[in-house]
């Protein structure tokens, strides 16, 4: 049986740009991909990210300062314990507490359904295999507990609070997965639309781990050979659009298979303005 590759090697990447240079049509370097056990989404996104992504991505300075070894919030400390500076990547070691990722599995157990994208065409949800998660998520600042967090999340992000959308809780049984995909809306999809008109793009993420996994779940970014493994009470951080809403695609990422145990995250999106609000030209 031909093995499904989920991680696109250097090798490939290059195999994409130089074919889209030379004016191969998208859908029959996808074939090409998948008859060589590539999986199919990820061969679809990759080559659709490749080719929207002509014009280069300007790096700018970025949200998250690049220097300094703790982050000081309101409540807590945080170190950072590794960082890229382009694309700008970092782990955060320390982001909350044992206690505090306990509660929030607590609290998610019992609102749990299973995890959807967007559709890109429709801009609806909609459930797919290569997503194989169960979540659930809480409103801005819904309790005391959430509003706590959703500071310090805001404060480490160095972002505002209110740009940023309700904490999402993911949890992956033994085999669960999040195949390769990005976190901001392609404009070339018609579905995201609907979603870039409340609020803007996606600028930056933050994934919180909140249990120790016994055997894979690592998050993988495949453009920049680069895998954080799950430790429970840190996080990893990255960006992905500047300010002229140019997007990055090195920020394509996966959430690796569960060999063994289970992964319990926390996620956090901040968008470009207010979350919820017009962006920008349905603005009054």
């Not at 990893?236 to 002229?244: D, G, L, M, S, V």
Request: with cysteine; aromatic share 8%; net charge negative.
């Amino acid at each position: 049986m031909m093995q499904n590759i989920t991680m696109l090697s250097a090798e490939w990447q290059t195999w994409i740009r130089d074919n889209l240079a030379r004016g191969c049509l998208p859908h029959e370097m996808a074939q090409k991909m998948v008859q060589s056990g590539i999986d199919a989404q990820l061969a679809q996104q990759a080559i659709q990210e490749a080719n929207t992504a002509k014009t280069t991505y300007a790096m700018e300075t970025p949200r998250l300062p690049q220097t300094g070894n703790l982050i000081r919030t309101h409540d807590r400390d945080i170190r950072v314990s590794m960082r890229l500076s382009d694309p700008v990547v970092a782990v955060f070691d320390n982001f909350m507490s044992h206690e505090e990722c306990d509660e929030l599995v607590q609290l998610s157990r019992t609102k749990l359904s299973r995890s959807a994208i967007v559709d890109p065409v429709t801009g609806l949800n909609q459930i797919i295999d290569a997503r194989s998660s169960y979540g659930t998520y809480f409103s801005v600042a819904e309790t005391d507990f959430i509003a706590r967090l959703d500071r310090r999340i805001a404060e480490a992000m160095h972002w505002p609070i209110e740009n940023g959308e309700g904490i999402q809780i993911l949890h992956y049984p033994v085999g669960g997965e999040y195949k390769a995909h990005f976190d901001y809306f392609p404009e070339s999809d018609p579905g995201s639309a609907v979603h870039l008109a409340k609020g803007g793009q996606r600028v930056s993420t933050l994934v919180m781990y909140l249990n120790d996994v016994e055997e894979g779940g690592g998050t993988a970014f495949p453009s920049i050979h680069l895998t954080v493994m799950p430790k429970k009470g840190s996080a990893a951080y990255f960006e992905y659009c500047n300010n002229k809403g140019q997007v990055d695609p090195r920020s394509l990422h996966s959430g690796m298979p569960i060999v063994r145990g289970e992964k319990w995250i926390a996620t956090k999106w901040m968008r470009q303005g207010v979350y919820g609000a017009p962006w920008p030209s349905d603005a009054a």
